[in-house]
């Protein structure tokens, strides 16, 4: 009897052996990094394109993406980070919604040692240690191209409406400081009414609509359309052709990003210019991550170059779009 019990309690002993060895060969098999990316929502196609990029890159190198959409607000962005930490991320890759707000969930993540890499918006934080590097394009330098662009267009002389971007995110405060760089050294060039249309097709036709109609009333005559976006300038051009007017011929319109359906338009003449901003971003993203687990110092900011795109060459320029 006493043997017998013995020797149930050893094969017990010995399965249980087994399956924990089992089990934690299994748990190496799929032990893969695991990184958490808080996205800020999918208000564009430009951000489409950007999630694509970090998902299929991810994917591509075998690292477990833990995905958040935070629909456009910081509080869920925080909640995201928060919960990342929580999970034992070993990295966070954050596109944040706005620049100011970040300074206690970052240190957060500091202290907790999982380092933050941003990626297409900045933070504005007074200790820049609180992230590894941001990887994004020069948003003031591509402001100042559309300027350029217009300026050139318009002889110089004409009255712009701007739709700006989400308040307080870091392209949008940075390409309306840019166009007003160079839009400022024209005494006939100005910005008669500037609004958010918070970087959507639906709020850019909206805040169009009603820069029509009160530009109507005050028998002011709208020249051009700067929109921060692609997006924007696609809902402004719906209004324009609603209101009766010719986009891209009695009203100029210049944006930002270059994504495909901007392309489209400006083969159709619809939309004049557009400076190209790459979403493309996963490739750049995991290297950093790669580079800032490995306890390499970053630059601060890795700058991606971008250049502007028109009629005259948005044909030709189509078939490579990626995005
Ligand atoms: O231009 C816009 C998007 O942060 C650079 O966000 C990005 C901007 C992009 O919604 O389309």
């Known amino acids: 009897m006493k043997t017998r019990k013995i020797l149930a309690v050893m094969v017990l002993l010995l399965a249980t052996a087994m399956c924990m060895s089992a089990c934690s060969k299994k748990e190496k098999a799929g032990g893969k990094l695991v990184v958490g990316f808080s996205q800020v929502g999918a208000e564009s196609s430009w951000r489409t394109a950007e999630t694509e990029s970090i998902r299929s890159e991810a994917e591509k190198r075998g690292i477990e993406l833990k995905f958040s959409d935070a629909q456009q607000k910081q509080e869920n962005q925080i909640k995201a980070i928060r919960s990342f930490i929580a999970q034992g991320v070993k990295a966070i890759v954050l596109a944040p919604v706005v620049e100011t707000g970040w300074e206690p969930v970052l240190m957060e993540a500091k202290r907790a040692k999982i380092p933050v890499i941003l990626v297409d918006r900045g933070v504005n934080v007074s200790d820049d240690t609180l992230y590894s590097t941001l990887i994004a394009s020069d948003f003031v330098a591509e402001g100042r191209m559309a300027a350029e662009w217009m300026v050139k267009k318009l002889n110089g002389k004409g009255n712009i409406v701007e739709l700006q971007g989400t308040p307080g995110a870091a392209p949008a405060i940075d390409r309306k400081k840019g166009f007003e760089e160079i839009i400022k050294k024209y005494p006939d060039m100005k910005v008669v009414k ?93 290297d950093a991550v790669k580079a800032a687990l490995g306890g390499e110092t970053l630059p601060k900011k890795t700058v991606v170059k971008d250049s502007v795109f028109d009629q005259t060459n948005a044909k030709q320029t189509l078939p490579d779009r990626k995005y």
């Open 194 to 286: 500037s609004q958010t249309g918070d970087f959507t097709r639906t709020k850019g036709k909206e805040v169009m609509q009603t820069f029509l109609s009160s530009a109507k009333a005050e028998n002011v005559k709208i020249d051009a359309v700067y929109a921060h976006n692609d997006d924007m300038a696609l809902g402004a051009i719906q209004a324009i052709e609603e209101a009766g007017l010719k986009p891209g011929t009695d009203i100029v319109i210049v944006s930002i990003d270059g994504v495909k359906d901007a392309f489209l338009a400006m083969i159709d003449g619809k939309l004049n210019a557009t400076v190209e901003c790459n979403p493309l971003l996963g490739p750049m993203a995991f």
